[in-house]
C-alpha cells in the first residue's frame, strides 16, 4: 500500500510531529509513504531528514486549482492507493485530488475547535474514512458535521516511550544543561506559541504564584516558536518576569527538558486534540497541570495530573500555588502519572489502529 499525505501548514507543532511520526511508524510494517506539502514549511525539512518523498505544492487555498490536479498527477504517476489530509486547505484539494483519481480520501483532523457545520462545507463528509487525534473531535464531527460514527474513529498519537523514559535521564545533569539550581522549584511548558495556547493566562498565573510566595524561589522556561513570541515576550517585560522566565526557542532535547522540571503545564482554552507535551511529562514523571481544553481528558485517569477548566484564570492559578507548596501533591501525581499512557498511548498502540484502517479501506 501507498499512501500521500498532504499538510498545508508550515509550523512544527503537535500536529505536524504526529504526521511525521506516523508515517515512519507505519513505513515499517512495509507502507510505503510519501509527502506533499509547501516548499518553505518545516515538515518538508522533517520528511526529508527522516529519507520520506517530498513533493512541494503551493496549496493557495481551498481552490488551488493548479495544486489539485498536480496532486492528481503525483497519485497516478507514484499509484497512490490512499491520500491523507491534515489541515483545512489541503483537506479540500487532497480529498478532491483523490476522488478525481478514484482513491480513497482519509482526513485526519487535529484540532479540537469545531467545524463550519455549513451545508457547503462539505469536504469531511466526502472522506472515506475521519481519523481523529482525540475522542472529543470525534463527538464534535458526528454532532455538528453530519459525520457517520461508522466511519470515524479517535487515533490518538502514539508516544516512543522508551525516548520518554525518566529513568535514562539524571536530574542533576538535566538542571545543569539549563543552568538551574537544585533550591529551585522548575515549571515549565512545551508548546507551539500559539494564540490558543494561552501564555497569557500562563503568564498571569506565574505572577501570581511569585507574589504568593516570595521565599520560594521559582523559576519557568518557555520551550517553543511561534507566531505570538512577540506577544509574549512584551507580556513578561510588562509584568517585570525577565528574571523568572526563560523563552527557550526551538529545543530538541525535550525529554531532558521536563526532566529537569517539578511542574509542567498546558494552559490552553482550545485546539487541541490529545497533546503530545503532556503525554511526554506524564511518561517523565513530572506533576502535570493541565486545562480541559479539546481531548486532554482522553489522558485522565484518577489521581495522575491536576485538571482544572479551560476558561478559569483562578482555578489555573490556585491549582498551581497547590503544586508549588505541597511537595506531597506533586511526588503522588508523579508516582500515577507513567502507566496509564504506557498501557493506552504508546506508538505501537496507534500504528495497530491505523494499519486496521488501511486494511479496512483497502479491501
Known sequence: MRVLHTEWS??????????????????????????????????????????????????KGNTDIKTLFNLRKIIRDNDINFVNTHS???????????KL??????????????????????????ADYIITTGESIRSEMIKFNRIKPEKIESIPTGINCDIYDPYKYNRKVCRDLFNLNEDQIVIGTVAVLRRFKRYDRFIKMI?????????????????????????????????????????????DNVPELIKALDIFILASDSGEGV??????????????????AGSIRDLYSEDNFMLVDKDSQDQ????????????????????????????????????????????????
Open 10 to 59: 508550515d509550523g512544527w507543532g503537535g500536529q505536524e510531529i504526529r504526521i511525521i511520526t506516523e508515517m515512519i511508524a507505519v513505513r515499517k510494517t512495509g507502507i510505503e509513504v510519501f509527502l506533499a506539502c509547501r516548499d518553505h514549511s518545516i515538515i518538508k525539512q522533517k520528511a526529508q531528514e527522516n529519507e520520506i518523498k517530498v513533493f512541494t505544492l503551493s496549496f
Open 88 to 98: 483545512g486547505k489541503d483537506t479540500w484539494v487532497g480529498g478532491l485530488a483523490a
Open 101 to 126: 483519481a478514484g482513491i480513497k480520501f482519509i482526513r485526519t483532523r487535529h484540532l479540537s475547535n469545531r467545524i463550519n457545520s455549513s451545508r457547503t462545507n462539505f469536504i469531511n463528509e466526502l
Open 207 to 251: 505572577r501570581y504564584v511569585i507574589n504568593e510566595n516570595p521565599a520560594i524561589k521559582i523559576k519557568i522556561l518557555i520551550a517553543g516558536e511561534g507566531p505570538q513570541r512577540e506577544m509574549i515576550s512584551e507580556m513578561i517585560t510588562n509584568f517585570g518576569l525577565n528574571e523568572n522566565i526563560s523563552m527557550l526557542g526551538h529545543i
Open 275 to 292: 497533546p503530545q507535551s503532556v503525554m511526554q511529562a506524564l511518561l517523565m514523571e513530572v506533576a502535570v497541570l493541565s486545562t480541559d
Open 316 to 363: 489555573l492559578n490556585i491549582a498551581c500555588n497547590q503544586l508549588i507548596n505541597n511537595n506531597n501533591l506533586r511526588e503522588k501525581y508523579q508516582k500515577n502519572s507513567r502507566e496509564f499512557i504506557l498501557r493506552n498511548f504508546s506508538k505501537e498502540k496507534m500504528v495497530e489502529k491505523l494499519m486496521k484502517v488501511y486494511f479496512y479501506l483497502n479491501q
